[in-house]
């Protein structure tokens, strides 16, 4: 059974898109079938993956709009073994718009997503930071996300509104979302604030913290270039220690907690209570 994962928090710059490639590249070297599905009108994931999205003809947004466009036909292959990738092209930004008066607009991906959810053992969708119609569309057809976030205090207000937009969400939506986990990303461990805002995180949130952390590390912003993923761009590096053992937490989290409900609200102190 695949498993349906997205990665989101309307903040952007939070690491989303660095964490979708590398998490994939790994589970693609473990030898699971992946698929990245970009679903950012900056398109930085197909990008990052050495395809123009100027080049193609088609991409997510003529899957979304038109009935007759499959997800199927827009997949390509990647240099990474065992690693696909439904690409986005700037397009995607009229989805809004175009998407409002059609029915089961929050749907569209899930029903699409169905027909090649058997050919792939993880299916890993790149969101854009926003609460649009697009990582809607995204958490309708996923069964977990993971949320990417720098622990810095400006963005334990937005995991705030991120929280209420994920609560209705699944209330409305898609009662089964599961949250797999939150994810500190770049984070300078040099710094107090730093483990300060992590342990305000982990008193509220619990185990659904991950004990990875990615620390910063300037060759993510090198890596990209060379349309490689960590783990051929510096593979001995602490950024590909870091994501190899956040992919392996992934794979094993996903049979330890997956029954495990949404937000486990752990005894918050006042302090933090504030926050969330
Ligand atoms: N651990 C890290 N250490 C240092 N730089 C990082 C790290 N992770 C990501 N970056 C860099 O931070 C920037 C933002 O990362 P990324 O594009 O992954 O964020 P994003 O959440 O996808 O952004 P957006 O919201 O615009 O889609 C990029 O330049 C990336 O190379
Ligand atoms: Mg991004």
């Given at each position: 059974m695949s498993r349906v994962i997205s990665v989101v928090?309307?903040?952007?710059?939070?690491?989303k898109t660095t964490s979708v490639i590398n998490i994939s590249a790994y589970l693609a070297r473990l030898g699971y079938k992946t698929l990245i599905v970009d679903m950012e009108p900056q398109a930085n994931a197909t990008l990052y993956l050495g395809i123009d999205p100027l080049s193609l003809e088609q991409s997510m947004y003529d899957v979304l709009l038109k009935e007759a466009v499959s997800l199927g036909d827009i997949i390509l292959s990647t240099e990474i073994e065992n690693l696909h990738i439904a690409p986005a092209q700037v397009s995607l930004s009229n989805t809004d718009i175009n998407l409002a008066d059609k029915p089961n607009k929050q749907y569209r991906l899930k029903e699409k997503l169905s027909s090649v959810k058997?050919?792939?053992d993880y299916i890993v969708i790149d969101c854009p930071p926003s609460l649009s119609l697009l990582p809607v569309n995204a958490l309708t057809a996923s069964d977990e996300l993971i949320i990417p976030l720098q622990p810095k205090y400006l963005s334990l207000e937005g995991l705030k509104q991120l929280k209420v937009s994920l609560d209705r969400t699944r209330t409305e939506l898609n009662p089964s979302l599961k949250m797999l986990g939150i994810l500190f990303t770049m984070a300078d461990m040099r710094l107090k604030m730093t483990k300060h805002c992590m342990d305000l995180v982990k008193e509220h949130f619990g185990d659904k913290v991950f004990s990875s952390v990615i620390r910063v590390y300037s060759k993510f912003n090198e890596a990209p270039i060379t349309g490689q993923s960590i783990f051929e761009y510096a593979p001995q590096s602490r950024g590909a220690e870091d994501y190899k053992s956040l992919t392996e937490e992934i794979v094993n989290r996903g049979n330890i907690f997956y029954n495990n409900s949404f937000f486990p609200i752990v005894t918050a102190s006042q302090r933090t209570r504030k926050f969330f």
């Amino acid at each position: 059974m695949s498993r349906v994962i997205s990665v989101v928090n309307q903040k952007g710059g939070t690491g989303k898109t660095t964490s979708v490639i590398n998490i994939s590249a790994y589970l693609a070297r473990l030898g699971y079938k992946t698929l990245i599905v970009d679903m950012e009108p900056q398109a930085n994931a197909t990008l990052y993956l050495g395809i123009d999205p100027l080049s193609l003809e088609q991409s997510m947004y003529d899957v979304l709009l038109k009935e007759a466009v499959s997800l199927g036909d827009i997949i390509l292959s990647t240099e990474i073994e065992n690693l696909h990738i439904a690409p986005a092209q700037v397009s995607l930004s009229n989805t809004d718009i175009n998407l409002a008066d059609k029915p089961n607009k929050q749907y569209r991906l899930k029903e699409k997503l169905s027909s090649v959810k058997d050919r792939y053992d993880y299916i890993v969708i790149d969101c854009p930071p926003s609460l649009s119609l697009l990582p809607v569309n995204a958490l309708t057809a996923s069964d977990e996300l993971i949320i990417p976030l720098q622990p810095k205090y400006l963005s334990l207000e937005g995991l705030k509104q991120l929280k209420v937009s994920l609560d209705r969400t699944r209330t409305e939506l898609n009662p089964s979302l599961k949250m797999l986990g939150i994810l500190f990303t770049m984070a300078d461990m040099r710094l107090k604030m730093t483990k300060h805002c992590m342990d305000l995180v982990k008193e509220h949130f619990g185990d659904k913290v991950f004990s990875s952390v990615i620390r910063v590390y300037s060759k993510f912003n090198e890596a990209p270039i060379t349309g490689q993923s960590i783990f051929e761009y510096a593979p001995q590096s602490r950024g590909a220690e870091d994501y190899k053992s956040l992919t392996e937490e992934i794979v094993n989290r996903g049979n330890i907690f997956y029954n495990n409900s949404f937000f486990p609200i752990v005894t918050a102190s006042q302090r933090t209570r504030k926050f969330f």
